[in-house]
């Protein structure tokens, strides 16, 4: 139990903290980082106060990358680290409270748009790619050259997809290079039309065709790992991807290729049992992951309504980033539902594990609308702004008095059959917070009081006007450790 729900103590105690140490040679950091193009982005901004955000893991770097930039442009720059979420998103809170004009982020990222706007350069860094050894990858799993197939990689192989392609084209003439989704520069005018945006890409289709006709190769990954829950990039587009699609990777280093077709099915099955899950629940605990992302109060809004509908109570959790000690607070909820980013709610979980699941606002959205497709129709959206009014993916709730909500449902875990949900209008008369015992006294009526109440302990009696009033005494001294009535052991 000690490691499911917490730590070691004595791992704790021995932890030291202390300098992380430079992880790249300061020979590299100008390639690396980019400086020379974060340089220009300042000037052109003539920013005085600007935010550089890491991820945990190249803070050792952080120290001599932002004196170079402050030597360099003159600006004050600003060291921002451990994010309340997820270091992916932009952490445009900390960018305000620095009183930064601009933000630099560096590390992989989700290209979530901000809540609020701010003038954002992304760093992905540049990991190197054997052009050859991936060529001929892609010809070993691309045998047919008419075939349709779009070339994807990790945020930082995304500098090499063009010359990869160029390699390519001359044999394989039907080839679409996608490209990181960047925002565009503050007051830029684009005429051009948009091309199609998904999973944190641009993909440039042509007239007429649509991204369900290609297949699609990934370079990326170390190609070690077998758990697909490690890379939530390729997590969302194993997800995403039309599933009659096939889909391969490719490590940059080696050329080594996998066909990620069980990979996907896997989770796609994963899925479709948490959808299961969502609906067998009473209670759902939404759980806000981001304060950062455009769109997330609508959005819990929607998840709050939609959960109403479907006949089920909902509680609303701020916690920062979810961890299992934090969720086994509340027992009495059936399921919970990250509201973050598209990174962030397939981040991989922790090896202890949840104790109630985890799932995707799009997996709670299969589960209580029931004018949302079939699994075999429905596409498995990633991103909870497309759920939202606007999104051409928006399936609106059907009215109460349709008969959608009427249709026999018969549990795939349970075997029992679900009973329709009882939608009332929040102005219904029958719709009461308060319920009438045959005590003739009130009480209030939800999943958390009606949880307590079955528990044998339900917390300290306080035994009001029964304790007898006494003088103030001393009590005891020291630390809970070691007190000092208690000698020594």
């Known amino acids: 139990m000690e490691s499911t729900f917490s730590s070691s103590a004595e791992a704790a105690l021995q932890r030291e903290a202390g300098a992380a140490g430079l992880l790249t040679p300061l020979a590299d950091l100008d390639r690396v980082y980019e400086l020379q193009r974060v340089v220009g982005f300042v000037r052109d901004l003539a920013c005085q106060r600007v935010a550089l955000q ?11 990358v ?37 933000l630099v982020h560096f590390g992989p990222a989700c290209l979530s748009p901000p809540a609020r706007p701010l003038p954002v350069a992304f760093v992905f860094g540049q990991r190197p790619v054997a052009l050859e050894l991936c060529a001929k990858a892609f010809e070993v799993q691309n045998p047919d050259p008419t075939a349709p197939v779009a070339l994807l990689s990790e945020p930082a192989c995304a500098h090499a997809l063009e010359a990869l392609a160029t390699l390519l084209r001359p044999r394989y003439a039907d080839l679409l290079v996608a490209s990181p989704a960047l925002p565009l520069p503050v007051g830029s005018l684009d005429t051009e039309p948009e091309p199609l945006q998904r999973f944190g890409r641009r993909f440039p289709l042509a007239p007429g065709r649509c991204l369900e006709e290609y297949d699609a190769f990934y370079v990326g990954g170390s190609g070690a790992s077998s758990d697909p829950d490690l890379d939530p990039d390729l997590t969302r587009l194993l997800l995403g991807w039309a599933p009659e699609r096939s889909f391969s990777s490719c490590c940059p280093d080696t050329g080594g290729t996998r066909d990620e077709g069980a990979r996907a099915g896997r989770l796609r099955a994963r899925r479709r049992y948490l959808v299961e899950r969502a609906r067998d629940a009473r209670v759902v605990g939404l759980l806000v992951g981001t304060l950062g992302v455009a769109r997330h109060r609508e959005a819990l809004a929607h998840l709050r309504n939609l959960t109403r509908a479907a006949g089920k109570h909902s509680y609303v959790l ?11 607070n509340f027992p009495e909820v059936d399921v919970f539902v990250l509201l973050a980013c598209p990174l962030g709610a397939l981040a991989p979980q922790p090896s202890g594990g949840f104790f109630r699941p985890v799932l995707s606002p799009c997996e709670l959205e ?13 596409p498995h959206l990633t991103h909870y702004a497309d759920l939202l009014p606007g999104s051409p993916f928006h399936v609106p709730l059907p009215p109460p008095e349709s008969e ?20 009332k209008p929040s102005n219904d008369p029958g ?40 003088g103030v005494v001393s009590g005891r001294r020291g630390i809970a450790i070691a007190y000092e009535d208690e000698g020594s052991s």
């Open 404 to 423: 959608l909500w009427d249709i026999p449902d018969v549990s795939l875990i349970t075997g029992e059959l679900r009973p329709p949900p009882a939608w």
């Open 366 to 378: 299969a589960a209580c609308n029931p004018a949302w497709p079939s699994p075999g129709l429905a």
């Open 54 to 64: 890491f991820p945990d893991q190249l803070l050792g770097d952080a120290g001599v």
């Open 66 to 102: 932002a004196a170079r930039l402050e030597e360099t442009t003159g600006s004050k720059m600003f060291i921002l680290g451990d994010t309340a979420y997820g270091s992916c998103c932009v952490d445009v809170l900390g960018a305000e409270q620095a009183g930064a004009q601009a």
């Open 318 to 328: 701020a916690l920062g980033r979810p961890t299992p000690p934090k969720l086994a």
């Open 431 to 470: 719709c009461s917070a308060l319920t009438p015992r045959p005590q003739l006294e009130l009480v209030e009526s939800s999943p958390a009081a009606s949880f307590l109440s079955s528990r044998s302990w339900q917390g300290l009696q306080p035994q009001l006007g029964q304790t007898p009033v006494t």
